[in-house]
């Protein structure tokens, strides 16, 4: 069956495997990337995040895909995900990009694609939680169209502020 990603002038959008396991393991084991979650992730934990999104696509058909600019190279993921706000599934849009490669407008172009895509399926509402301190993450939100919705705490009970808009 053909896979349905989005896609974006500079970037190609697929699927995760555990082939990705290393490119992912640099990606969500950066301290950087991972300042606003309680710690980068362990290889186990990217193994364990590879899984869920495999267990994503194969339940909803869609997840986090992984990102590869024109030369092949990995840049990042981002993709759509079903996420809990105070009791509630709402599906949000995330993202991740390499240090090296932020601040190229990468992941507003990859979000913009995937909020396209998820609004060619039929979904009216995308959410996207950050840390309330996670501007960047904030910035992506809005340039693609989300504004606050929620200021709450997550179900680990630290407190996030939820962008989203109507599609
Ligand atoms: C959030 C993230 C994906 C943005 O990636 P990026 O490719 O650099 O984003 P873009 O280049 O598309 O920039 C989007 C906006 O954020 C702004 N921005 C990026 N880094 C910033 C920073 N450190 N401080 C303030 N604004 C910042 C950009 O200036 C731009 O806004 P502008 O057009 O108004 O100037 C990246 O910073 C990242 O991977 N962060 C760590 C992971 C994370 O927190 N993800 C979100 C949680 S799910």
């Not at 970037?11 to 995760?16: D, G, H, N, Q």
């Not at 989300?146 to 996030?160: E, F, N, Q």
Request: charged fraction near 25%; aromatic fraction near 8%; charge should be negative.
């Amino acid at each position: 069956m053909p896979e349905h990603v989005p896609t974006s002038p500079r970037l190609t959008f697929r699927r995760m495997h555990a082939g990705d396991l290393d490119e992912m393991a640099q990606l969500l084991g950066d301290p950087a990337v991972m300042t606003f979650y309680p710690h980068p992730k362990t290889r186990d934990e990217t193994a364990d995040w590879i899984r869920w999104n495999e267990d994503n696509y194969a339940r909803d058909g869609f997840g986090l895909w992984i990102l590869h600019d024109a030369d092949g190279g990995f840049v990042g993921d981002c993709g759509l995900t079903w996420q809990s706000v105070d009791g509630e599934q709402h599906l949000e849009i995330g993202y991740h990009v390499l240090p090296a490669r932020q601040g190229e407008g990468l992941a507003t172009e990859a979000a913009t694609a995937c909020r396209d895509f998820a609004r060619s399926r039929g979904v009216d509402w995308l959410i996207a939680i950050t840390n309330p301190d996670n501007v960047p993450s904030q910035r992506v939100a809005e340039k693609v169209g989300l504004s606050v919705w929620k200021r709450t705490v997550a179900d680990s009970g630290v407190p996030i502020h939820v962008l989203a808009t109507e599609l």
